[in-house]
């Protein structure tokens, strides 16, 4: 059992560099999420999508994108990383119960 | 607005004894509250949830939470700590918009043989 892939787990990206976080669930929930996990502050909303084509912003969504051109994919761009986006990122998707499912993190730091 | 907030960086108890990590929130509307945990290096992990009917929900690994509404609380509960149980654990809850949810910062547990 699968749940939610994220890749890359590790990540070391220059400032300024285009970076995207893959995320992919087999789970076929609507919802998915990107949060990002800093130290004090707990998990932050970046973007989300309530189903397939639509998007929406979260808490912190500035200098990121995100698209949803099918149901199982996520992804999560950085255009232009700069140090303040260092941090541990989460996929997650949420099925009909409300449950939250998340994928193991993506650990970037932007030098 | 949503909100949770956890009041407490850290919980130390001994193990075998009880253990409480509190919770509480804000929301517009009837309260969706979630707790999960977090072990090193992993992704958060589903432990229950208060949608409504009881006040006192059981979740997984011996884990259970009591639904306050006069007070809004969602505090974490456990009769007997095991040492397996130190992690971070976070509170949240689901606010209008049906698939947004919002997070405490977290409690580190630290349970001590």
């Known amino acids: 059992i699968a749940g939610i892939t994220q890749a890359p787990t590790s990540q070391i990206l220059a400032a300024g560099r285009r970076m995207t976080l893959r995320c992919t669930q087999d789970m076929r929930h609507n919802a998915m999420y990107w949060y990002r996990q800093d130290l004090g502050l707990g998990l932050r909303l970046i973007h989300y999508?309530?189903?397939?084509?639509?998007?929406g912003k979260g808490e912190v969504p500035d200098g990121y994108s995100v698209s949803r051109a099918n149901t199982d994919d996520f992804p999560l761009t950085l255009a232009s990383a700069v140090p303040s986006q260092t941090s541990v990122y989460f996929c997650a998707s949420s099925d009909q119960a409300g449950e939250l499912f998340f994928g193991e993190g993506s650990r970037l730091t932007v030098l | 607005a949503q909100s949770v907030a956890q009041p407490e960086d850290q919980v130390n108890v001994a193990e075998g004894n009880p253990l409480t990590v509190k919770c509480t929130y804000s929301?517009?509307?009837?309260?969706?509250l979630f707790w999960y945990v977090q072990y090193p290096n992993r992704g958060l992990q589903f432990l229950l949830k208060?949608?409504?009917?009881?006040?006192l929900v059981k979740g997984s690994y011996g884990f259970e939470a009591e639904f306050n509404k006069s007070q809004t609380s969602f505090h974490l509960k456990k009769p007997s700590a095991l040492v397996s149980d130190s992690a971070l654990y976070f509170c949240?809850?689901?606010?209008?918009?049906?698939?947004?949810?919002?997070f405490g910062s977290g409690t580190k547990l630290n349970v001590k043989p």
């Open positions: 999508s309530n189903t397939a084509g639509t998007t």
């Open positions: 208060y949608i409504t009917g009881d006040n």
């Open positions: 929301v517009s509307g009837n309260p969706y």
């Open positions: 949240a809850v689901r606010g209008n918009n049906f698939n947004k949810f919002y």
